[in-house]
């Protein structure tokens, strides 16, 4: 049986528990809160940029989906259309908020069909709010946070040090001590990731940090936001050989290394994982979700169907879940009957 290198990454959505399934809003404290509880290994965030400069956790550019803003008659017309990532959006840019006006927002679920009860109770939290709690365990417990939208960042905020987004995220991360090589004593201490779709901001962290980097992407079919490349050409072997320079590994969306049908069955698996393996990166694919919504039938709506797949069948080194309660329960079950 393969053996993963990271057990498992919680995602920085909802994590569940044994029936019923109790769900938190996305990015929020109690979400994080309760995948350590559940065993986490590490703990992901989304990190973007307020008005103000601060660096939150918050997943999309716009607040519309997962917060009340609209419930906010105050912040009315901050609703306009920018361009992010080569399409027009329309909403409430969280670069458009000052940390203490985002503070007066509640998170919500993203989606109906998970438990909506805790909506309207968490604040959008500071990527220092982020790091205290996963510092303050009674466990060792990694970070895994991505530079989000790194140049619709740069672009829409300025620092009066002159610095950029990629800059002040480093420098909150030494803040705490993170830093040294994968599995170095410094870095088993305070084990982290830092993450982006970005190629050219892991370029420049890689000049500032010594911790270890991870490429991620995406649909084949979309183009990078700062080198104007498809994703299809971003994973051809010459820009492996190019990022493994930079990267200790990459965390393809979990379609591009095994494209479903349309008929919601798996077809045949790239090549992606061997290409990375040959050149010695790890592979972390996002995201898994439970829920039947998002099970391929090929799984038969059983999630551990789907963990034996990746980990023993397609060999993946480590997963981004929403639910690492059940991913460990898979893992104590799988070496039980290895045993």
């Known amino acids: 049986m393969a053996s993963l290198r990271m057990v498992l990454v919680a995602m920085a959505g909802a994590a569940a528990d044994v029936a019923p399934l109790q769900h938190r809003p996305e990015e929020t404290a109690e979400a994080y809160v309760r995948a350590i509880d559940e065993g986490a290994d590490f703990i992901e965030a989304d990190i973007e940029a307020t008005k103000d400069g601060h660096l939150v956790c918050f997943h999309d550019t716009t607040l519309d989906d997962t917060t009340d803003v609209a419930d906010h008659p105050e912040f009315a017309g901050r609703r306009c259309t920018l361009e992010v990532q080569w399409a027009n959006v329309t909403g409430y840019f ?25 909506n309207g109770v968490s604040p959008i939290i500071t990527f220092d709010e982020f790091i205290d709690i996963a510092l303050n365990t009674k466990r060792v417990v990694g970070i895994y946070p991505e530079m989000k939208n790194p140049v619709f960042m740069n672009k829409q905020v300025r620092w009066a040090d002159g610095k950029k987004f990629e800059d002040k995220f480093v420098a909150t991360l030494k803040k705490y001590g993170y830093g040294g090589k994968y599995m170095s ?5 305070k084990p982290v990731f830092l993450q982006s779709f970005a190629p050219t901001s892991l370029v420049r962290v890689a000049a500032l940090t010594d911790s270890p980097l991870v490429f991620l992407i995406d649909d084949v079919t979309v183009w990078t936001e700062d080198t104007n490349q498809p994703y299809d050409e971003i994973t051809s072997g010459e820009y492996l050989d190019y990022m493994k320079r930079y990267v200790v590994g990459i965390g393809p969306w979990k379609d ?19 290409m990375a393996h040959a050149r010695g990166l790890q592979v972390h694919p996002y995201t898994y979700r439970n829920e039947n919504e998002f099970l391929h039938f090929n799984f038969r709506q059983d999630p551990y169907a789907e963990y034996d797949y990746w980990i023993n069948d397609v060999g993946v080194d480590g997963l981004f879940t929403d639910f690492p309660a059940s991913l460990r329960r898979f893992k104590e079950w799988t070496a039980k009957k290895k045993d």
Not at 256 to 274: H, R
């Open 256 to 274: 591009t290394v095994v494209p479903p049908t349309k008929g919601n069955l798996l077809a045949t698996p790239s090549d992606l994982v061997a």
């Open 185 to 189: 004593p410094a870095w088993r201490a």
């Open 94 to 118: 969280i670069t458009d908020f000052t940390l203490a006006e985002l503070k007066t927002l509640r998170a919500k679920q993203r989606w109906d069909f998970r438990d909506n009860s805790h």
